[in-house]
């Protein structure tokens, strides 16, 4: 897998599989949306080890990938949001067909309509945290001026987090595979980790006990 994704950052086209990926990570939680940054993010910092000679012009660059990461994130939310305040019926059958989202539904639906922005940057870290966050900011007829701004906040956190894992790791390990191997192992435990402070008992973000 790493591989194929290794070939792929060689190609200009990353920056568009990224986007891509990043939009509809949040229709598609199974999507390896964080995989690819931090795959991109370390091939730039393996070409960039290698002297300026060495580096192709289609390396990534940190900062495009950064803002591609982070605006990708912020149009996926806005489109889920928007699909939900017209979507009725319609996508809570959709939701209903969905497995995964319909147990992450559960577990932060009512902590969405406690936790205000704090749980939208933490969720946006939790498996399928981000879909069910702004599909029930959407369908819970919340303001874009209280959603956007936590919207942009998190995917911030998320695209700095997942590219600073893929480019320091890499640098610090001085290998390009077992940076993004070890990177990817962080990238699943912040989001296990985020998943349990979004449904851990007394959190502000947590719902009460049923």
């Known amino acids: 897998m790493f591989e194929t994704l290794g070939s792929l950052t060689a190609s200009p086209w990353i920056y568009a599989v990224v986007a891509v990926s990043v939009v509809l990570d949040v229709f598609l939680p199974v999507l390896p949306s964080g995989v690819l940054v931090i ?29 591609i990461a982070t605006t990708a994130s912020v149009l996926g939310d806005m489109a889920a949001y928007r699909l939900a305040r017209r979507g009725g019926a319609r996508l ?15 577990r932060l639906g009512a902590a969405l309509a406690r936790g205000g922005g704090a ?24 303001e874009v001026a209280e959603f956007l701004p936590w919207s942009v906040l998190a995917g911030m956190a998320w695209a700095g987090y997942s590219v600073s894992l893929g480019y320091f790791g890499t640098q610090w390990l001085g290998t390009q ?18 998943a349990f402070l979004v449904r851990r008992p007394g959190s502000p973000t947590a719902a009460p006990a049923a």
């Open 39 to 67: 795959t991109a993010a370390a091939a730039a910092a393996a070409a960039g080890a290698a002297g300026p000679v060495a580096v192709p012009t289609q390396v990534p660059d940190i900062l495009a990938l950064l803002v």
């Open 92 to 106: 809570d059958r959709a939701i209903a067909r969905s497995r995964r989202l319909t147990r992450a539904h559960e």
């Open 119 to 142: 749980l939208v940057v933490i969720a946006r870290f939790a498996p399928a945290g981000r879909s069910v966050v702004s599909l029930g900011a959407g369908k819970t007829q919340r």
């Open 177 to 194: 595979w077992l940076g993004t191997a070890v990177s990817v192992v962080a990238l699943f435990a912040a989001g296990a980790l985020a």
